[in-house]
């Protein structure tokens, strides 16, 4: 299928000149139009910051609940569509609120939170097909839902009994990663394979997205990743959700400049987009991974959005963040400009929205039965999937195991 990629248009349009700035955030980032050398603390963080500027964020919904389309990007919104993202998000949030509660009721270990980034990942995971590959950290229970996983296999890992028992393959989602910026290596090594097994070239070709967030762009492994999946022209989106903190670490820690810039730097093309407006997120996704399976890969994508929880339960954002900031994102709510636009344009009405409440109702109440009462692994599962095929040493580590485990259930037994 794949050929012989030509050159590709977008690396041709590229700047020459690396360090002229082009965009207007850019240019506040590093100072008056790069004239001046370092800029300024209070420029740097205008420059990580600004969202008003529609040349630098991709925008089609407005937190006011307005549509406005672009050509560059172009999506047939229907009420079909709309309702369904909606549904979505709202089913999402309320499986973040009750693991969060599951969490304070001493059932599961810890939760890590994915309140406010419902629009970045329904967005993004909405936009990939069965055959596109993902690979996660831990905060994206919203493209696990998208992809088709159980959100009860997602509650074992925060209990602490099980490492996420989905198989990979069959949903084309990777187990969640905890180790920083890591995943971002195994999605190049696996989009190189795609292109090297052909599996790239038109428009039915595979992709892989890689979702990170802003404070992993200081690993090294991301920074690998990016190296390797430039130069192969790997299929690979890498999707970084900044929701401005690495636990208290604010962005101005990680960058002097707004991270999708840093795609100019490796050679692939980087975009900002505002990722609490789920239609930008769909639109902005589908057409990186487009570019990834017509061998245009790889693509940055910025979604620039806002953590409105804490990192996890073990966090408390009191402690380095000023409330101001969280009351000023609850304003750009992903859910909320969805809402007021299906309500605004006669595409829902309260039966439409009673009846996702009751759906979110009854999912929520069978999260909380399951985890009640939710069965624990068998000891010899950490056996399982540590091979693909069979392995005679640990066979036989399985068998002794086994028959210490039957001594051990039958010594109980007297
Ligand atoms: C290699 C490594 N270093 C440090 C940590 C501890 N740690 C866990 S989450 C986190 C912050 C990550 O921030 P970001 O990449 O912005 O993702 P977010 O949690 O905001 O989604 C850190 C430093 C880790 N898990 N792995
Ligand atoms: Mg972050």
């Known amino acids: 299928m794949a050929g012989d990629a030509p050159v590709t248009p977008h690396k041709e349009s590229l700047p020459k000149d690396p360090y002229q700035p082009t965009t207007a955030v850019e240019a506040a980032a590093r100072g008056a139009a790069g004239l001046r050398g370092a800029p300024t603390p209070s420029e740097v963080i205008a420059g990580l910051r600004a969202t008003s500027n529609a040349e630098d964020l991709i925008q089609l919904l407005s937190p006011e609940g307005t549509f406005t389309p672009r050509d560059d990007f172009p999506i047939e919104v229907t009420a079909e569509l709309l309702r369904g993202l909606y549904r979505d998000m709202v089913l999402v949030r309320r499986f973040d609120r009750e693991g969060n509660a599951l969490q304070r009721q001493g059932q599961l270990s810890i939760w890590v939170p994915l309140l406010g ?76 394979g795609q292109k090297f097994d052909g599996k790239v070239g038109d428009d039915e070709g595979e992709a892989t997205m890689c979702f990170f967030g802003d404070g992993a762009t200081s690993q090294g492994d991301v920074h690998e990743g990016f190296v390797w999946a430039a130069v ?29 810039q840093r795609a100019r730097g490796y050679g692939f093309p980087g975009i900002r987009v505002d990722g609490n407006d789920v239609l930008a997120c769909l639109a902005v996704s589908r057409w990186a991974l487009d570019e990834c399976r017509h061998g245009n890969g790889p693509v940055l994508i910025e979604a620039f959005t806002y953590r409105m929880d804490a990192h996890t339960t073990t966090d408390d954002p009191t402690r380095y963040r000023l409330s101001d900031e969280l009351e000023e994102w609850k304003l750009k709510d992903p859910i909320e ?9 006669g595409y829902a009405d ?8 009751a759906d979110a109702d009854s999912f929520a109440a069978d999260l909380r039965e399951y985890t009640f009462n939710m069965p624990e692994p068998p000891p ?25 485990l039957d001594g051990f259930v039958s010594a109980g037994e007297h």
């Open 232 to 260: 192969y022209d790997a299929p690979l989106v890498f999707f970084c959700q900044n929701n401005q903190w690495a636990i208290s670490e604010p962005t101005e820690r990680q960058s002097r400049l707004p991270l999708y």
């Open 350 to 357: 309260h039966d439409f929205f009673d009846s996702v409440q």
């Open 337 to 345: 400009r969805v809402r007021a636009y299906l309500a605004c344009n």
């Open 380 to 404: 010899e599962r950490i056996f399982s999937n540590v091979y693909a095929e069979g392995n005679p040493v640990l066979d036989a580590q399985r068998e002794e195991f086994l028959s210490y």
């Open 117 to 192: 980034q419902e629009a970045a990942q329904i967005g993004a995971g909405r936009a990939m097909r069965r055959t596109d590959m993902a690979f996660p950290s831990y905060r994206e229970h919203g493209v696990a839902w998208c992809r088709g996983i159980d959100p009860t296999l997602l509650l074992g890992i925060f209990r602490g009994t099980d490492m996420g028992s989905w198989d990979p393959v069959e949903h084309k989602f990777h187990p969640y990663t905890i180790v920083i910026g890591n995943q971002v290596l195994n999605a190049a090594g696996y989009a190189m």
